[in-house]
């Protein structure tokens, strides 16, 4: 048999002209690639800002002097006249109703008392009078030893009688209409106003209950304009404070009422108070500071009043505080999505000769309203890109929106 090397020829012959002719038909290099688009981005110079320093807080909202409301008389509840939530206005309102019945009794009663007690003056009046001539006329017939001693005296008590009794219908009337006075202020009592502007919590009590004066409480009131903002500063930052007012200077004594510190607040939504579209209206003044560090929580709780004519502010509510913590000064400023980090350090890009993006490293100081303050690396007359920066590169061409 032969070998098996020798069986197929042909095939062999085949396989050696196929890789002979492979590289004269298939060897063709592709194009080279086009160099990518410069991508277009946005540049803007650096801007000279005014910036207040700020401290920033956690803070919530709270309700200013809340009122409960109470009975200033027993009886029953015959009618509550609002819904739960309704906003109520001051000595205008009507909350609530009790049954007047006793107390338009009661002040007939002192009316009556009243009319007796004025009759009684009138009668003893003309008593006097009465007893007064009766007395002249026994000390007449005294004189001319027509009358006795005893007709004399008797005369003289009978005035004395008289001007005591008038003394007792005088003070009756006093008692008579002090009494009207309180029975007329108990019937107004059954007809409840709301004591002060803002909205109602919910009302424990219904209608036909019945409320004992100055101890149910029949809702409380919660006024809207204005609100309290609170919040918490811990013992470092409150030295800090004291430090910069009291030693530094760099922060304006707070005790002196022409140069308060001043706070704005942000909700969790981004909604600004006083809002930042309206530059040169100033925070609202902190116009309370506990006067210790409480020793449980080794923290000083502050305040600040801030007008909500619109009620928008709710208590409960949770807000970013931010607190001056210097004085007002000029900061070089660039949009806060030009600033990126590498490798620890900060960096932005700005135009160089022929539109070619150059990294630079800055300084970055805080950040507000969207910028943020540059303090080392930049001037005015730099053009920093401010988008795009995903597609720029260090030397690279870039394309400037106009």
């Known amino acids: 048999m032969a070998p098996r090397s020798h069986r197929r020829p042909g095939l062999l012959a085949l396989a050696a002209g196929l890789a002979v002719a492979a590289p004269g038909g298939c060897g063709t290099a592709p194009p080279p690639l086009a160099p990518p688009d410069a991508p277009t981005v946005r540049a803007v110079n ?13 803070g919530r909202l709270e309700t200013k002097d809340p009122v409960k409301v109470v009975p200033q008389v027993s009886g029953m509840l015959v009618k509550r006249a609002f819904k739960d939530g309704a906003v109520v206005e001051k000595g205008k309102t009507l909350l609530f109703e009790i049954d007047r019945t006793q107390f338009d009794a009661d002040l007939r009663r002192a009316k009556a008392d009243v009319s007796k007690a004025k009759a009684d003056i009138e009668n003893w009046t003309a008593q006097i009078k009465l007893t ?9 017939a005294f004189r001319k030893g027509v009358g006795s001693q005893n007709d004399l005296d ?16 005088q003070a009756s009337r006093e008692a008579a209409t002090a009494a009207e006075e309180k029975a007329a202020e108990n019937l107004g009592y059954c007809t409840i106003l709301a004591p002060t502007t803002g909205r109602t919590r919910r009302a424990p009590v219904a209608e036909r209950s019945i409320v004992d004066a100055y101890k149910t409480e029949l809702v409380e009131i919660d006024p809207v304009d204005p609100i309290y903002v609170v919040w918490d500063v811990d013992e470092l930052t409150s030295l800090w404070y004291r430090t910069q007012i009291f030693d530094k200077k760099s922060i304006p004594d707070p005790r002196d009422p022409n140069t308060p510190l001043r706070c704005r607040i942000t909700l969790r939504d981004g909604r600004t108070y006083p809002p930042r579209d309206q530059p040169g209206v100033p925070g609202v003044p902190v116009d309370f500071f506990d006067t210790e560090i409480a020793r449980s929580t080794g923290t000083r709780t502050i305040r600040a009043t801030f007008p909500n004519p619109d009620g928008f502010l709710s208590s409960g509510d949770s807000a970013q505080v931010r607190v001056d913590a210097g004085r007002p000064q000029q900061v070089t400023t660039v949009p806060e999505t030009a600033v990126f980090t590498q490798q620890s350090k900060r960096y ?6 022929d539109d070619t993006a150059q990294l630079r490293a800055v300084e970055p100081g805080p950040a507000f309203d969207g910028v ?19 597609r720029v590169r260090p030397g690279a061409k870039v394309k400037v929106q106009k």
């Open 154 to 169: 008797k005369a003289s008590a009978n005035v004395d009688v008289a001007k005591a009794q008038l003394a007792v219908a």
């Open 372 to 390: 943020v303050a540059i303090e080392q690396g930049l001037t005015t007359a730099d053009q920093v890109i401010v988008d795009n920066l995903l």
């Open 348 to 353: 932005v890009y700005v135009l160089g000769p």
């Open 46 to 58: 650096p801007q000279v800002r005014p910036y207040s320093p700020t401290k920033e807080f956690t």
């Open 132 to 140: 007064q001539a009766e007395f002249r006329r026994a000390d007449e």
